[in-house]
Each structure stands twice: as structure tokens, then as C-alpha cells.
């Protein structure tokens, strides 16, 4: 599934609008996160239920937080709120209520489309180390 995420090829926006509790590794594999007030991020399954989180979620929140937070993060399945993300660099902005995070998000996605193509598909390939 992380793979299919990444090669997508074109920049791709995630709304996150509440609990990330599980894969939340999957809205950060998008180039722009946006979350609204009430979004939170965490991994409720994995040592709840006796799993390592070993599915790629390690990965992931290592490249985008570090690996002694991102270790916290898991071993303590540790609950960041849409603004604690925003201050580690996660979530690139933190909206209102649902109705303002999706007029956010297709705003930046008219933007994006009036990138040339090329432009937005060599870019996604020089920012997004593979």
C-alpha cells in the first residue's frame, strides 16, 4: 500500500478531518497535509493488540518526525493533536471545521493543476526520496 502511495506521481493532499488512530502512516505519505482542529494522530493498534509496528508506520513517522520521536510516538502510542503535529513539521496547516478544510484543499489542488504536468510529476520525483 506504501508503495502504491508513493508512486502516484502527482502531488497529492491529505485532509485529515479526525482520529488518525490507525495506518495513520498513510496520510503522511502525501505532499500536503492539512488537518482540521479536531484531527488527532496516533497508533492505537499495534502494541494494544500485541503487534509490532513493523507495516511501514515506523518508516514513515521516522522520516517525518525523527527517530527518537518517532520512537516515543510508537512505544507510547502517544496521541499528537493536528496542532502538536503542525509543530513538528507533520501537518502543514491546521483548519476549522470540515467545511474550511476541503475549501483549503481544493484551493491548493487548483493550484497544483495549474502547474504544467511535467513540472508537477519531475517535482514529486526530486522532493520525494524513494
Do not use: C
Not at 500485541?50 to 525523527?66: F, L, M
Request: glycine fraction near 6%.
Amino acid at each position: 500500500m506504501l508503495q502504491n502511495l508513493a508512486a502516484i506521481g502527482v502531488p497529492v493532499i491529505a485532509a485529515i478531518n479526525g482520529p488518525a488512530t490507525v495506518h495513520s502512516e498513510y496520510a503522511l505519505t502525501a505532499d500536503v497535509i492539512l488537518a482540521s482542529e479536531s484531527a488527532y494522530f496516533q497508533d492505537f493498534p499495534h502494541l494494544t493488540f500485541g503487534i509490532v509496528p513493523g507495516d511501514g508506520i515506523q518508516t514513515v513517522w521516522t522520516r517525518a518526525i525523527g527517530d527518537y520521536w518517532a520512537r516515543y510516538f510508537l512505544y507510547t502510542q502517544q496521541s499528537l493533536s493536528a496542532q502538536e503535529a503542525k509543530q513538528l513539521g507533520v501537518v502543514a496547516e491546521v483548519l476549522p471545521p470540515v467545511v474550511l478544510l476541503m475549501e483549503r484543499a481544493r484551493t491548493l489542488a487548483e493550484q497544483f493543476l495549474r502547474i504544467p504536468q511535467l513540472t508537477r510529476s519531475t517535482t514529486d520525483q526530486a522532493t520525494f526520496i524513494k
